[in-house]
């Protein structure tokens, strides 16, 4: 049986999400616009896009052969689908990857893909959970995280440390307030886009990002109500101890008293973060589970794998 290498239609909505996905082997065609805007971005940053990473401007998208089409965002699908696609190439087989829990209301939310051809993707168990996903077939594949050799967990720096961007912006469901309580208590720092606004550090290329964490205690993650961000799981694959909220998938992720803290009473957070400063061989003991954990749960063969079985089960 041959394994034809399948042509993928889709956007760059999440940077690494799109990069760690690029490591099926498939070629992905990303749709782009001029001074690449918000999701139409190209090979753009720092990361170190591979050979089957391929542009198509906005206005060729019709006239390229596809094998199928993977939306990543409600936007791309209600306009992008209409005015880009021709007919033949909005009857290709379809995916939609879902990036995040329902926004408006937390258990009765219609996904807006409606559709019994359409395969719905969730990155995490509880999306799936949370989602009315109505008439559409749905299946989880869980992240898949590519680790740079060589970075080594050293948590030499007596601090926690907070990735996300926008925080200020973003405000409570991204946990601002909590990020302000802890800052007050304990020593952390904030790294990610805008973050300079809070006091924070400023943007760390991906690329550096790994090296950049391994330094610090612990990752503080301050989300009440997103999807499993890459970040916590890019650190667990360093080795840092996560202390979080016991909110959304990180109930399941975080196992308090062996890869971490996860609590919803931000006192007992403030406790375990303190802990952690004070006894950096049990920061490195929950930093080798976090690892562990990571490297099972979040391989990218499996990620490949699971997204390889996907593609080609809805083109077969």
Not at 38 to 49: F, I, M, N, Q, S
Not at 226 to 238: D, P
Request: aromatic share 8%.
């Amino acid at each position: 049986m041959s394994r034809k290498r399948l042509r993928v239609l889709t956007w760059h909505v999440h940077g690494n999400y799109l990069y760690y996905l690029s490591q099926a082997p498939h070629d992905f065609y990303i749709v782009t616009k001029p001074q690449h805007p918000p999701g139409y971005a190209g090979r753009v940053g720092h990361l170190p896009w591979g050979d089957n990473v391929h542009e198509v401007p906005a206005e060729c998208v019709r006239d390229t052969a596809f094998d199928c089409v993977l939306y990543q965002h409600v936007k791309h699908y209600q306009h992008d689908r209409l005015r880009l696609l021709s007919e033949a190439q909005r009857a290709l087989p379809t995916l939609f990857v879902e990036h995040d829990p329902p926004r408006e209301h937390p258990t009765d939310t219609l996904h807006p893909v409606q559709d019994p051809n359409v395969l719905l993707v969730h990155v995490t168990p509880f999306n799936a959970l949370m989602w009315d996903n109505g008439v559409t077939p749905t299946r989880v594949i869980e992240h898949g995280v590519l680790m740079p050799d060589g970075v080594e967990y050293h948590g030499t720096l007596p601090k926690g440390v907070t990735v996300v961007n926008n925080l200020a912006r973003r405000g409570r469901r991204l946990g601002a307030d909590l990020f302000e309580v802890v800052r007050h208590s304990v020593p952390i720092d904030l790294v990610g886009m805008g973050s300079s606004e809070l006091g924070g550090i400023g943007e760390v290329p991906n690329p550096a990002l790994p090296q950049f964490l391994s330094h610090y205690r612990f990752f503080f993650n301050p989300i009440r109500y997103t999807s499993l961000g890459l970040a916590v799981i890019e650190a667990m694959m360093i080795g840092l101890p996560i202390v979080a909220l016991a909110t959304t998938e990180m109930a399941q992720l975080v196992k308090t008293g062996s890869n971490g803290v996860a609590d919803t009473r931000p006192a007992v957070l403030i406790d375990a973060m303190r802990m952690l400063i004070r006894d950096q061989e049990l920061a490195r003991e929950w930093g080798a589970a976090a690892k562990r954990d990571a490297c099972e749960r979040f391989g990218i063969e499996r990620f490949v794998r699971d997204w390889d079985a996907a593609l080609r089960d809805m083109t077969s």
